[in-house]
């Protein structure tokens, strides 16, 4: 089966549904599509059902005890927003602007909350009826942020700021210092992984849809997170963390009512288990054999 026809398959006829604003192909990161409200657009990137070690291994560089290694299958594809929930997005949306850095709209969304970014899916649901839209579950933000490697970024063993927004008077595992922007960036105006996903390494931590809870050690199958918790998972690190918060397996949390400036999200689109899609068999092709922190009050937020 092509990635096109696993994507259409999850869809009744015609594919994509009629939400989607434009859609397509691209020989270097595969299938998109994009929502559009009001003047502005979002671009999803089809993230196909896989295999991976999630969490670090004992010998990666500043990981924390909260990172155990475990196997997780994703049997279910989905849609992953390219980039942060963008200021634009959040505004054509909702008609406010509730972040910090507002020097440029492509700048991602700020100082929301979790319990405010589901108010914001809700809005989106009104409007585009139909809409399968939600966060990604914790499993699913690192699958994607991984994109099939297994060092401890997706851009590979180390970084700079010129790849990641971080703060670069911290360098991660004996790297050199470097630039501290002290802000936001325009999504999209670093590099994007090897699944086409920009700045899911730094820029604002993303919130993702599940409680905060201990990893288990046993392979997981389309892993939801405990089922109650005082935190929501917080994944990516921000522009003020420091390197070793932006890894692919750092976690942290917040409780669902906080806000804080370096604090934003992405969104995805079905199927997944909570919107009860059908399954897509996982086979063998393109699945990783190998994977891939609790918050600092100096590296978090």
Known sequence: MSAADAAASFFPDPFPLPWASDWGEDDEHGLW????????????RWIAPGRFLMGS??????????????????????????TACTQAFWQAVTGSNPSHFQDDPRNPVDQVSWDDVQTFIAEMGRRLPGLPVRL???????????AGTTTP???????????????GNYPYAGGEKGLYRQKTVPVASLPANPWGLYEMHGNVWEWCADWYGAYPTEPQVNPQGPQTGDDRVLRGGSWSSYGR??????RSGDEPGDRYLNIGFRLALGPGERVGSPAEPVTGEGLSAEPASLRSNTGGP
């Open 33 to 44: 599509l994009a929502l559009t409200v009001g003047a502005a657009r979002q671009v999803f």
């Open 57 to 82: 291994p004992v010998d990666e560089p500043e990981r924390f005890d909260n990172e155990v290694l475990h196997e997780v299958t994703l049997s279910r594809g989905f849609w992953l927003a390219d």
């Open 136 to 146: 990604p579950t914790e499993a699913e933000w690192e699958y994607a942020c991984r």
């Open 153 to 167: 970024f997706s851009l590979g063993n180390n970084l700079t700021p010129d790849l990641v927004n971080y703060d």
């Open 245 to 250: 918060f932006v890894r692919s397996a750092d």
